[in-house]
């Protein structure tokens, strides 16, 4: 198995692998009036000269498409004393196609990401894992926090 890093050609892969992902947690009306604006990032941030985003994908063995990818995003927040520069990597669609799992490509995605982040100097990443996703999580490092994490709509 090899993961390379996404590019801006990958997008339509990584839009199809991310609503395989969101339909695993929606549980309201489904619509696809994210595809293009988050197409429109992904071809944006992954072409960039000094990109923020990252994906690293595996293809089919077969061809014809990818079979998994992790993406992530170097976020800039203020320090603190665990971090004092403040930047942050954030891991976010980590996905595998429904016929592609169990074989360790999300593992090998997401391995790559943390390359990617600690190539570049970063010491904290965050992620949301479900629990279907914890194991592998939990095996690279990642644990729960304590963290009151909240959030809004607007």
């Given at each position: 198995?090899?993961?390379?890093?996404?590019?801006?050609?990958?997008?339509?892969?990584?839009?199809?692998?991310?609503?395989?992902?969101?339909?695993?947690?929606?549980?309201?009306?489904?619509?696809?009036?994210?595809?293009?604006?988050?197409?429109?990032?992904?071809?944006?941030?992954?072409?960039?000269?000094?990109?923020?985003?990252?994906?690293?994908?595996?293809?089919?063995?077969?061809?014809?498409?990818?079979?998994?990818?992790?993406?992530?995003?170097?976020?800039?927040?203020?320090?603190?004393?665990?971090?004092?520069?403040?930047?942050?990597?954030?891991?976010?669609?980590?996905?595998?196609?429904?016929?592609?799992?169990?074989?360790?490509?999300?593992?090998?995605?997401?391995?790559?990401?943390?390359?990617?982040?600690?190539?570049?100097?970063?010491?904290a990443v965050h992620l949301m894992?479900?629990?279907?996703?914890?194991?592998?999580?939990?095996?690279?490092?990642?644990?729960?926090?304590?963290?009151?994490?909240?959030?809004?709509?607007?």
């Open positions: 198995m090899k993961t390379r890093q996404a590019t801006p050609d990958d997008a339509d892969e990584l839009i199809l692998l991310r609503a395989v992902l969101l339909q695993t947690f929606d549980r309201g009306e489904w619509n696809d009036d994210w595809r293009q604006p988050a197409r429109k990032s992904l071809v944006s941030r992954l072409g960039a000269a000094e990109p923020s985003m990252a994906a690293f994908v595996v293809e089919r063995p077969e061809g014809g498409g990818l079979a998994a990818c992790a993406v992530g995003t170097i976020e800039e927040r203020l320090g603190n004393p665990h971090n004092p520069d403040g930047r942050v990597g954030y891991v976010f669609s980590v996905a595998t196609h429904p016929d592609m799992r169990r074989r360790g490509y999300s593992r090998a995605c997401v391995e790559a990401l943390l390359r990617w982040y600690r190539d570049r100097g970063i010491h894992a479900s629990p279907d996703g914890e194991h592998l999580y939990t095996s690279l490092g990642f644990t729960r926090t304590a963290d009151p994490a909240m959030r809004a709509r607007l």
